[in-house]
């Protein structure tokens, strides 16, 4: 195992002009000097094996993707140390395209008016493929998704989905070290994201590439990522597994109750009898959030039986999703 | 093998512009419109001037290096500024830059392809209409071969000055007025639009001074040159390479400059 990518107390700070309102304030921004600096990332450090998969999160504009671009070489850090597979991304940007791969999930990388085995032939000349890696690729990935109907298509009549899916080949192609997927499930429905999911796991597993991803959703991270990097407002939050992070929140249990008579007011009550959860109701249900390490499940539960009628019950384990947002909401405590 | 990642390039774009059969056919159609409305321009000024011969050009010469130069204009237009200054605005860019070579060849080769088709759709008809209709006007010989060694010139020159413009929608992040700004200048003063030989003598003397002319008059005065004897064209070709190698630094220069825009200012 060597470390694949590390990241030394990096920082970037973009000046951006403070901006006025209105026709007289625009006309004033023609000659302010009036900057300020923001501040995107803050000090981060992290070193990634080869054959990780990590999931890097965070909730809008935290600075995820100016982290990632510089990784990929398109930023120059403010401050600080980035190696990528030994590279300076940013001062060996060519040397480095040649050993990563990108996919940004908004856009494409492939030729649009051209279908999509001429995009594959283009990259496979550009990153200078020889003819037998490029066949054994072309067979793991048939091997992997149905795509001989992919490869005639033209790119501009593919759907989002496909398109996506292609887009993941085509970074793949060149069999580089690490490869970066910027919300690469971002606006899929359902079942193409499990097979892309499916298709990422299996590169990652065969070619022991380093995968960086980045997402909002936590299936994708479920699915696929042990370890998970959490970042907000440009300083680094959380950098473990996905498990640890979990116990690190206390043992969460959601029991929801369906009880006889008016739901909010039912809620008030039960929010009296047990001071140390946390209450909520909507149309359906009352949700009480149990820390289990304060006091357990069954005994919030026959208490409450006591006090009312219980029609109905469910237990929900607490889910990524719902620490992730957590986290989001209150920080690290 | 260094070569086949670009040629793969020119083969990616010659298949692209076969897609779009419907904009090559509108391309020539619209060619022949502006070339009409040129003719009778130009007989206009000839029969206003009432002689057969202005600036030392006659009534079919102009004609016939006006045709040429709207063909090759046709071929050599790269529309570098709005590529460049869409991706930026798009953020296509960054996918560009993290491509294994360099963002300006890139941009080039990735053009190369609708050159090829362009000459084979535009320029070749077009030179041949011309040749076939003035029964000779264009002589045939050597200065065919000096010709498209100058034209390579011109094409190099050309773009290093598109990228160079295309660079400063870096910063001002608009594209539309500094690239019709850019087109006008080199319209104009590169003799694309009218003969240099039209121009007062005062802007002429300027024109020769600037890199444009290098674009468009240099390879169709030669190619319009009967016996072109080789003191006569080694000048302008020695101009030419002079302005190639002027402009390829310039636009490098350019490039690392704004590139570190985009990597300190994310563009």
């Known amino acids: 195992m060597s470390a694949m990518i590390e990241i030394k107390n990096v920082t970037k700070e973009f000046k951006v002009l403070n901006r006025r309102e209105g026709l007289k304030g625009s006309l004033k921004d023609l000659f302010s000097r009036n900057y300020k600096i923001v501040r995107a990332v803050d000090q981060i450090s ?46 060996d940007r060519t040397k480095n395209a040649q050993e990563i791969g990108v996919v940004f999930g908004q856009r494409t990388q492939l030729w649009w008016a051209l279908p999509l085995i001429e995009s594959f032939k283009i990259l496979k000349d550009i990153y200078r493929i020889s003819d037998a890696d490029y066949d054994e690729m072309l067979k793991l990935y048939q091997s992997l998704v149905d795509i001989e109907p992919l490869l005639h298509k033209p790119v501009r009549q593919m759907s989002l989905g496909q398109r996506t899916l292609s887009d993941i080949l085509a970074a793949f192609l060149h069999n580089p070290k690490i490869v970066f997927l910027d919300e ?33 959703d936590m299936g994708d991270v479920d699915a696929l990522c042990r ?26 249990r959601t029991l929801k109750l369906r009880i006889a008579g008016d739901l909010s007011e039912r809620a008030e009550a039960v929010a009296k009898l047990l001071p140390e959860c946390t209450v909520s109701a909507d149309d359906e249900w009352i949700s009480v959030l149990v820390d289990e390490e304060k006091c357990k499940v069954m005994h919030v539960l026959t208490q409450l039986q006591q006090s009312f009628r219980i029609r109905d019950m469910q237990l929900e384990e607490i889910s990524t999703e719902d620490v992730i947002k957590k986290i989001y909401e209150e920080g690290v405590k | 093998m260094n070569l086949k990642k670009y040629i ?3 083969r990616a774009g010659i298949i692209e512009s076969l897609q779009f059969r419907l904009s090559t056919i509108i391309m020539v159609l619209g060619n022949m419109l502006y070339l009409i409305v040129a003719y009778y321009l130009w007989k206009a000024i000839y029969a206003a001037a009432g002689t057969d011969i202005v600036n030392g050009m006659t009534f079919s010469d102009t004609l016939i290096y006006l045709v040429l130069a709207t063909a090759l204009y046709n071929f050599m237009e790269m529309y570098a500024v709005w590529e460049i200054g869409r991706a930026i605005q798009s953020g296509k860019i960054v996918l560009d830059l993290l491509k294994p070579m ?19 759709a535009t320029f070749l008809p077009t030179f041949i209409a011309v040749c076939i209709v003035t029964k000779g006007a264009v002589p045939f010989g050597i200065n065919l071969l000096f010709f498209a060694v100058s034209v390579i010139f011109s094409v190099i020159i050309n773009y290093s000055i598109d990228f160079m413009v295309g660079t400063i929608c870096l ?12 087109q006008m200048v080199v319209t104009l003063l ?50 030419q390479l002079f302005w190639c190698v002027v402009t390829v630094v310039l636009s490098k220069l350019f490039w690392k400059v704004s590139i570190r825009q ?6």
């Not at chain 1, 935290?62 to 990632?68: C, E, F, L, V």
């Not at chain 1, 970042?231 to 640890?244: C, F, P, Q, S």
């Not at chain 2, 080769?109 to 088709?117: A, C, E, I, L, Q």
């Open chain 2, 8 to 10: 793969t390039l020119t």
């Open chain 1, 227 to 252: 370890r998970i990097v959490i970042i907000d407002k440009g300083k680094m939050l959380y950098d473990n597994d996905v498990e640890h992070l979990k116990r690190f929140f206390g043992s969460y």
């Open chain 2, 102 to 120: 360099e963002y300006r060849s890139y941009l080039f080769w990735s053009y190369s392809g609708s050159f090829v088709m362009n000459f084979i």
């Open chain 2, 171 to 182: 910063f001002t992040e608009s594209i539309w007025g500094i690239n019709i700004m850019k």
């Open chain 1, 46 to 91: 992290m070193t990634v094996e080869q054959g990780e998969i990590v999931g890097y999160l965070g909730p809008n504009g935290a600075g995820k993707s100016t982290t990632i671009k510089m990784m990929t070489g398109v930023l120059e850090p403010t401050s600080g140390e980035i190696l990528v597979g030994g590279n300076v991304p940013y001062r």
């Open chain 1, 184 to 216: 690469p499930t971002i606006g899929l429905d359902v079942s193409m994201k499990a097979k892309i999911r499916t298709l990422i796991h299996a590169l990652n597993e065969k070619k022991h590439t380093t995968v960086i991803l980045t997402t909002h």
């Open chain 2, 190 to 239: 590169s003799g694309a639009t009218i003969p240099l030989a039209f121009f007062p003598e005062a802007l002429r003397k300027a024109a020769y001074c600037l890199p444009f002319q290098s674009i468009y008059h240099a390879p169709l005065s030669i190619l319009l040159q009967r016996n072109p004897q080789p003191a006569d064209v080694l000048p302008v070709l020695g101009l």
């Open chain 2, 262 to 267: 985009i990597t300190v200012n994310g563009g």
